[in-house]
């Protein structure tokens, strides 16, 4: 199974949790928390994928970048115009409240 190598960057589930609220980009807190959702095993790249409305095949890209480059390899993203969806954007907005319905489902049933 995929998953994100914290060992290997002197990293743990708490640090990329951490960088899941932390991170400047919101590009980065979105993939920060996929890795930390995947890497505790709360879900996989497909579920977390379909949970959050993105192909599959970027999600697991994100674990296997990470593990290829490390943390490094997500802080400095830079958005470009046109397709940069800002914090306020309907698609972005969409996502998040993704994300939290299905964090809180998670939590719920307690896994």
């Not at 980065?28 to 930390?36: I, K, N, V």
Request: net charge positive; charged share 20%.
């Amino acid at each position: 199974m995929l998953r994100p190598d914290c060992a290997k960057w002197n990293q743990t589930l708490s640090d990329l949790q951490k960088l899941a609220v932390t991170a400047e980009h919101p590009r980065s807190r979105e993939r920060f928390q996929a890795l930390y959702e995947i890497g505790s095993q709360h879900t996989n790249a497909t579920q977390w994928a379909r949970a959050i409305g993105r192909d599959d095949q970027t999600v697991m890209g994100w674990v296997h970048r990470y593990n290829a480059e490390g943390q490094a390899s997500f802080t400095s993203i830079m958005g470009s115009l046109p397709f940069y969806l800002g914090a306020g954007s309907r698609n972005n907005r969409v996502r998040q409240n993704r994300i939290s319905r299905w964090i809180a489902l998670r939590d719920i049933v307690g896994h």
